[in-house]
C-alpha cells in the first residue's frame, strides 16, 4: 500500500491535522509526522544545529521537536517504512493565500516536499470553516495528483471557504499591508515591538485565489518554484555589459590598492 505522509505547522494535537489523515485514508498507509508545537509563519526553516526528536504520539502518528520542513526531511529521507508517493500540509487553521504562501510552515512544507521530489500539497481552511469539509475537498484534490501528477517544480496550494460552491484553479493574489508594527512598553519601562499588526487587505484580482475564495469556492493555485522573473530577465539583458563595463575599472583599482599596500 502506498505511503502519505501528513504534516503541519498548528502542532501534532492540531484538529485539521486529524481532519486531513482521516480524509486520505482510503488512499493510502497513512503517516503523520509533525511538529510538537505551533509552528505558524515559520517559513521554510531547517534545523542544522541541533538534533531532531521524534516522540510516538500512537500508531503511524508521531510528534517532531522541529519545524514542518523538519518533519518532511525526516519522512522522505529515511524515517518511514519507505519514501511516501505524496505529502498533505494542513489543514491550516487560517488561509494561506496570495503573498501569504512566502511566510507559511504549511506551504513550505509542501515546497519542500516538491524540493525532495515528492508531489505535495498545502490545504488551508478559512477561520470558522468545517475541517471535514476542507477534508472532502483535500481527499478530491489528493487523489487527482496521485493518478495524474504534477507539473515539474509545481505543488498545489489548496483554501477551503466555508460552505464551499465548488473548485475553480486560481492564481495567488496580492495583500496590501499596513500597521505592520505595534510599539508598547514593558513593566520596566523598556521598548518593545508586536509584528502584524492592522487588518489586512486584498486586491480582488480576478483569477487570483483570494477572489475565489470570497466568492465561497475552493481555490487550487499550482505554485512554482523557479522564482525567475523570464519577463525581468528579458527586458533586463543589457545590463550585463554596462555592468561589466562598470566592474572592470573597480577591481582594477583595488588590485593596485592591494599591490601598494604589499
Not at 526553516?45 to 510528534?63: D, G, K, N
Not at 473548485?167 to 519601562?189: A, W
Not at 523570464?230 to 543589457?238: I, T
Request: hydrophobic content about 40%; some cysteine; glycine content about 10%.
Amino acid at each position: 500500500m502506498p505511503i502519505l505522509l501528513v504534516t503541519n505547522d498548528d502542532g501534532v494535537h492540531a484538529a485539521g491535522l486529524a481532519a486531513l489523515a482521516h480524509a486520505l485514508e482510503d488512499l493510502g498507509e497513512v503517516h503523520v509526522l509533525a511538529p510538537e508545537r505551533e509552528q505558524s509563519a515559520c517559513g521554510h526553516a531547517l534545523t542544522l544545529h541541533r538534533p531532531l526528536r521524534v516522540e510516538p504520539v500512537r500508531e503511524r502518528w508521531s510528534a517532531v521537536n522541529g519545524t514542518p520542513s523538519d518533519c518532511v526531511n525526516l519522512g522522505v529521507l529515511g524515517f518511514l517504512p519507505e519514501r511516501p508517493v505524496l505529502i498533505a500540509s494542513g489543514i491550516n487553521h487560517g488561509t494561506n493565500l496570495g503573498d501569504d504562501v512566502t511566510y507559511s510552515g504549511t506551504v513550505s512544507a509542501a515546497m519542500e516536499g516538491l524540493l525532495l521530489g515528492v508531489p505535495s500539497i498545502a490545504v488551508s481552511l478559512v477561520p470558522g470553516g468545517d475541517f471535514d469539509e476542507a477534508g472532502r475537498a483535500a481527499r478530491l484534490v489528493a487523489a487527482r495528483v496521485l493518478v495524474e501528477g504534477l507539473p515539474p517544480k509545481t505543488l498545489l496550494n489548496v483554501n477551503v471557504p466555508a460552505d464551499p460552491k465548488g473548485i475553480r484553479m486560481t492564481r495567488l493574489g496580492h495583500r496590501v499591508y499596513s500597521g505592520k508594527i505595534v510599539e508598547q512598553i514593558d513593566p520596566r519601562g523598556r521598548t518593545h515591538y508586536w509584528i502584524g499588526g492592522g487588518e489586512p487587505a486584498w486586491e480582488l484580482l480576478e483569477g487570483s485565489d483570494m477572489k475565489a475564495v470570497n466568492e465561497g469556492f475552493v481555490s487550487v493555485t499550482p505554485v512554482h518554484l523557479d522564482l525567475t522573473s523570464q519577463r525581468a530577465l528579458g527586458e533586463m539583458r543589457d545590463w550585463s555589459a554596462a555592468l561589466s563595463a562598470q566592474l572592470r575599472p573597480i577591481r582594477s583599482a583595488a588590485r593596485r590598492a592591494g599591490e601598494r599596500r604589499r
